[in-house]
């Protein structure tokens, strides 16, 4: 099991450190340590693999002040990030199942008018994405070409800033995509 050993200690959830902590401190900012080293081993991760994934989540923690509450899940004020293993098309399922199988996005999975905006680090609304469906302006965690999808109520445009405040883009009434957007120019998004 030396991928396991090495995932754990890549995690930094050693059995020392993880018996060293008070019984009452298992969380911490960014979580509980245990159950995210777990649910690498559960995935059969490769150490690789969750080093990536752990440098990538770090890489989104910083970026948008959020809490870690799985191994690739990022929760920030209402919005959740989803993380996907470096190489990977869609993030996985690591909160509610063993990580074998892509998470559900909101955006491209049930009703239309879900209620939910989605932007995605990668084109054609693969990779890394974020979503949220109350009010609120939130941090871009990513440059390059991604994308984004409109699924809020009918009527709802969304509006995209510059790193000035200035308006860049707003996008049509839902359903409305745009499956290749150039994220760089765009320091934060509304939804509404």
């Given amino acids: 099991m030396v991928t396991v050993a090495a995932a754990s200690a890549l995690l930094g959830f050693g059995t020392t450190a993880v018996a060293a902590a008070p019984a009452d401190a298992t969380t911490s900012s960014s979580g509980?340590?245990?159950?995210?080293?777990?649910q690498a081993r559960a995935a059969h991760l490769t150490a690789a693999q969750t080093s990536a994934l752990k440098s990538e989540v770090n890489r989104y923690l910083m970026k948008t002040g959020g809490?870690?509450?799985?191994l690739n899940k990022i929760e920030v004020d209402g919005a959740t990030l989803l993380v996907a293993i470096p190489g990977e098309d869609r993030p996985r399922d690591f909160a509610a199942g063993k990580g074998t199988r892509a998470a559900a996005d909101p955006c491209l999975t049930g009703a239309v008018y879900s209620g939910y905006f989605c932007v995605y680090s990668q084109e054609v609304y693969q990779g890394s994405y974020y979503y949220w469906y109350s009010c609120a302006k939130r941090s871009m965690p990513w440059a390059g070409y991604g994308s984004w999808i409109n699924d809020q109520t009918p009527g709802t445009r969304a509006t995209?800033?510059?790193s000035s405040g200035g308006?860049?883009?707003?996008?049509?009434a839902p359903y409305s995509s745009d499956d290749s957007y150039y994220w760089t120019?765009?320091?934060?998004v509304r939804n509404c």
Avoid: D, G, L, R
């Fill in 185 to 188: 120019p765009i320091w934060h």
């Fill in 167 to 172: 308006v860049a883009y707003t996008t049509p």
């Fill in 67 to 70: 809490k870690q509450v799985a």
């Fill in 160 to 162: 995209f800033y510059n």
């Fill in 32 to 38: 509980s340590a245990a159950p995210f080293a777990e």
